[in-house]
Antibody
Framework: QVQLQESGPGLVKPSETLSLTCSVS????????WSWIRQPAGKGLEWIGR???????NYNPSLKSRATMSVDTSKSQFSLKLSSVTAADTAVYYC?????????????WGQGTLVTVSS | DIQMTQSPSSLSASVGDRVTITCRAS??????LNWYQQKSGTAPKLLIY???TLQSGVPSRFTGSGSGTDFTLTISSLQPEDFATYYC?????????FGQGTKVEIK
């Protein structure tokens, strides 16, 4: 059973960089796209981006180039950095696996981690 | 970006009711349409992918249909555990985009 677990600081100051890691267990980190999605309290889901073994990365242009994703296959982890954060970046952040063979759907998700941007 | 519009935004229904949620894409997305269920405080769960394929382990009362720009999610007989918020998502292109959600509440 594939499991994903997000980790990182729950509180980030405005203008600083948010850093999150997703640890993957129970399956290979290779041969899949790995995604980040966020959800402000009481609101809908926003796709942040996805990556494939560092070789192919897509970001949401709405983030205006503030997002950077990377992968460490030796640790079965992938990461998200979001720079110059503001209160608008306060949200629950999810990592998820995208499966090409299943219509590029997100079949496994982490439990989510709340990140609050506040001084 | 492809805009995904769900309707209704919320609905009230009783156990045993048939429920239909619609999702419209701003341009054709073939069958690259997925449905997720999210219960309060938990991560979304994949229900249906490629418009009509049931994810393993999901009850058969959930069905999806459509192609192009118009899609539906139907719950044939609503169960107590189905009260949740449902999201559609297009996976035709990036950035991936979600509908705004449909909250299914108890009547």
């Amino acid at each position: 059973q594939v499991q994903l677990q997000e980790s990182g600081p729950g509180l980030v100051k405005p203008s600083e960089t948010l850093s999150l890691t997703c640890s993957v267990s129970g399956g290979s980190i290779s041969s899949y796209y790995w995604s980040w999605i966020r959800q402000p309290a009481g609101k809908g889901l926003e796709w942040i981006g996805r990556m494939y073994n560092s070789g192919s990365i897509n970001y949401n242009p709405s983030l205006k180039s503030r997002a950077t994703m990377s992968v460490d296959t030796s640790k079965s982890q992938f990461s998200l950095k979001l720079s110059s954060v503001t209160a608008a970046d306060t949200a629950v952040y999810y990592c998820a696996r995208e499966v090409e063979a299943a219509g590029r759907s997100l079949d496994y998700w982490g439990q989510g981690t709340l990140v609050t941007v506040s001084s | 970006d492809i805009q995904m519009t769900q309707s209704p935004s919320s609905l009230s229904a009783s156990v045993g009711d048939r429920v239909t949620i619609t999702c419209r894409a701003s341009q054709s997305i073939s069958i690259y349409l997925n449905w997720y269920q999210q219960k309060s405080g938990t991560a979304p769960k994949l229900l249906i992918y490629a418009a009509s394929t049931l994810q393993s382990g999901v009850p058969s009362r959930f069905t999806g249909s459509g192609s192009g720009t118009d899609f539906t999610l139907t719950i044939s007989s609503l169960q107590p555990e189905d009260f949740a918020t449902y999201y559609c998502q297009q996976s035709y292109t990036t950035p991936r985009t979600f509908g705004q959600g449909t909250k299914v509440e108890i009547k």
